[in-house]
């Protein structure tokens, strides 16, 4: 049994050896993703532009119809947007894109 576990010991030892990754690789990737995407925070930022830009819409069209509470669209749109923007700043202290 000693003799069994002494030898699967050596022949693990030399497959977790081979499986390490490379930081040269790491580093490529990273700089093929930054260079090749656009950054996670101006995408969040344009999402919540669009979504700002709807809500404002949505809240004065509701407005002008004399709609008697808005208070509830104007905090969802607006936390929407701010979702957005928080979500962007974290995906790019996250993945650094």
Not at 2 to 13: F, G, W
Not at 29 to 57: E, H, K, P, W, Y
Not at 67 to 93: E, H, N, T
Request: glycine content about 8%; charged content about 15%.
């Amino acid at each position: 049994m000693k003799r069994l576990t002494l030898l699967l010991l050596v022949l693990l030892y030399g497959i977790v050896a081979h499986a390490q990754p490379g930081i040269d690789e790491m580093q490529q990737a990273r700089q093929d993703l930054s260079n090749s995407f656009f950054s996670a925070l101006d995408c969040a930022l344009v999402i919540a532009a669009i979504f700002g830009i709807t809500g404002a819409i949505k809240i004065y069209h509701n407005w002008q119809a004399g709609k008697p509470r808005i208070d509830s669209d104007v905090a969802a749109w607006f936390y929407a947007a701010l979702f957005m923007v928080l979500m962007g700043a974290f995906l790019r202290a996250i993945f650094g894109i």
